[in-house]
């Protein structure tokens, strides 16, 4: 064969060998940067803070108390021994200090279940994150979230003052929803027995039920009631109240308060715990809502000055948290 057919063939696969090469290196490239995200998904600051709560990820500790007042913040932070950190963003507060020998972070979400997406998620992308290039990293953190709140009774034998853990969050807000693979982590039976009970509207989002994390609800919660609670979507319609709008169910509260499930009943309303417990779960964190029952919306009963309390509950939560 001649001199120059050998060499065109030489030249032939030399060229399908540096095709191949290149197109496994696009492959790797691709891949790579496929596992990266987007700009506008993880989304920082100029001093690469965390986009809503201006945190950088050394400035969060494993053990995080979530409270919904700017002002409950300040005040269990003046509880810790020091304080290291203290960043404020519109509602989202934080500091971050020593309570003996544990280091803990309080942190506020304002209210609501819309909030709880945020703060939750930001948590965790400062935990596990990088945030310089979007890429996971490969041995996660579990984080600890014990909420603090307030809280509406909805049965007649649960006094004002009292405090109350949630066993069980029942979410009215369909937060989950919008997340993939969150089947395992609900309880379908519940929830469909108490959809059907209630005759609800296919116009609503259906009712999820996540429970608290087991070994927080036996170690931090040893010493309180527990309870299912209501996360409703709002503070009026949602929860049964009427102003100048009536509720689309003039009766809901009261079905609710008649509802059982094999022996339980749901005892309280608030905001946020579903979409906590929810996060938690699909995120591998743990989660665990003590409030204290400021209303009971059966009696009428309210307690005015609840400050006390909360400060007192404050004060439990620190001392379970820091063995």
């Known amino acids: ?12 696969q030399l060229l399908s060998v540096l095709r191949k090469v290149a197109t496994y290196i696009f492959r790797i490239f691709a891949a790579h940067h496929s596992n990266q995200m ?23 500790a494993e053990k995080i108390i ?33 309570y003996r020998d ?43 979230f014990i909420r603090i709140g307030t809280s509406g009774a909805l049965q007649a034998g649960i006094p004002t003052g009292s405090y109350l853990a949630t066993a069980k969050a029942i979410g009215f807000d369909g937060l989950i929803h919008f997340y993939e693979g ?8 519940f929830a469909d027995a108490l959809t059907e009970y209630l005759e609800w509207p296919d116009t609503l989002a259906y009712p999820y039920v996540v429970e608290a994390d087991q070994v927080l609800l036996e170690n931090i919660a040893s010493e309180f009631p527990k309870g299912i609670t209501i996360s409703a979507p709002g503070f009026y319609g949602p929860q049964g109240r009427r102003l100048r709008l ?29 979409a906590i417990y929810g996060l938690s779960k699909l995120l591998n964190h743990k989660a665990l809502t003590i409030c204290v029952v400021i209303g009971n919306r059966v009696t009428g009963e309210f307690l005015d000055d ?5 400060k007192d509950l404050a004060q439990k939560v620190l001392d379970a948290l820091s063995f």
């Open 306 to 310: 609840y400050k006390p309390a909360i």
């Open 182 to 189: 969150y089947e395992w982590c609900i309880d379908h039976r």
């Open 246 to 274: 009536e509720p689309f169910d003039s009766e809901l509260n009261d079905k609710i308060t008649s509802f059982q499930f094999m022996g339980q009943k749901i005892t309280n309303y608030e905001m946020e715990s579903s």
């Open 102 to 144: 544990s280091e803990i972070t309080v942190i506020s979400s304002g209210i609501g279940t819309d909030n709880i997406d945020i703060v939750v998620n930001e948590l965790d992308a400062l935990a596990n994150i990088d945030l310089k290039t979007g890429e996971i990293k490969e041995e996660p953190r579990s984080l600890t």
């Open 38 to 60: 987007k700009h506008t998904e993880l989304i920082t600051n100029p001093d690469g803070s965390i986009f809503h709560l201006h945190l950088l990820p050394d400035e969060i």
């Open 66 to 98: 979530i409270v919904g007042d700017p002002g409950r913040v300040e005040m269990i932070g003046q509880m810790l021994d020091s304080v290291r950190v203290r960043k404020s963003n519109r509602e989202f507060s934080t500091v971050t200090g020593s």
């Open 1 to 12: 064969m001649p001199f120059f057919c050998q060499l065109t063939i030489f030249n032939s």
